[in-house]
């Protein structure tokens, strides 16, 4: 009951920034806890950050944690992230993903994701 499309990926030299935008469909997304996950080639979907329903509370992964930051604006339906001091390693397709329920770091609890967009850092 919620599509989801993330978009603002590109290229980007390492230490400069990105902000990455999820615009959601459906009249309930203030309901939804909201996620960021990442997957590099050879590498598992990972976790990179989640917000709750209200936008008070926040997780980050430790690897990305002072430097990227989750919110969401429930009035536009739309989650954010904003990556600062890009590294290398944060090269990656980064997925916008939504859950009912709690916060989770588990990407197999999450019911819906984005398609998807891509970050690349050149060092």
């Known amino acids: 009951q919620v599509q989801l499309v993330d978009t603002g990926g590109g290229l980007v030299q390492a230490g400069g920034s990105l902000r990455l935008s999820c615009a959601a469909s459906g009249r309930t997304f203030n309901a939804y806890i909201m996620g960021w996950f990442r997957q590099a080639p050879g590498k598992e979907r990972e976790f990179v950050a989640n917000?709750?329903?209200?936008?008070?509370?926040?997780y980050y992964a430790d690897s990305v944690k002072g430097r990227f930051t989750i919110s969401r604006d429930n009035a536009k339906k739309t989650v954010y992230l904003q990556m600062n001091s890009l590294k290398s390693e944060d090269t990656a397709v980064y997925y916008c993903?939504?859950?009912?329920?709690?916060?989770?770091?588990?990407?197999?609890?999450?019911?819906?994701w984005g398609q998807g967009t891509q970050v690349t850092v050149s060092s």
């Open positions: 993903a939504a859950k009912g329920g709690l916060l989770s770091t588990l990407s197999y609890e999450y019911e819906y």
């Open positions: 917000i709750n329903r209200s936008g008070t509370t926040t």
